[in-house]
Structures are given as C-alpha cells and as structure tokens.
C-alpha cells in the first residue's frame, strides 16, 4: 500500500473520530423523547428537547400548558383531562 494511500485513511478515520465525537458533545446524538404521550384519562403529556430555551409556551385546544424544563433539559407539560 502507497505512503499515501495510508495517509489518505489515516486522514479520513480521524474526521469520522471528530465527527462522532461532536455529535456525543451535543444534542444531535440525544435520545429521543416520547412526545406526545397520551394517558388514559383524556390528559396530554408533551415533552420537547431545548437545551438552550429560557422559556417554551404551548397551546393546547387554546389552553395553556405550562412547560417545565427537566435536568435533563427536556421540557415537558401535561394537559388537563
């Protein structure tokens, strides 16, 4: 194999480890939340991603949800029934 061949793939398996290694460092890799979960009596659970939000307004059936964000930055609110 050429001295350059080897420095090619050397090259190329380096940016998938910066790759894959940016994408732990972040959100993008993060498990997805179950979103909407509905409950046996009539309530609504959302739950959405936003690491960076101060504040997240949602509007259900033009009711309020009031939204909490969890330590692991994923807000989340129910319904009423």
Known sequence: MSTRKIRD?????????????GCLATDVCAQPVKSP??????????RLRAAKASEVDVSLDGKKVTMVKNADGVWEGTSEP
């Open 9 to 21: 793939i050397m090259l190329s398996s380096r940016v998938a480890l910066f790759i894959v290694a």
């Open 37 to 46: 979960e509905v409950h046996a009596d009539g309530r609504v659970t959302l």
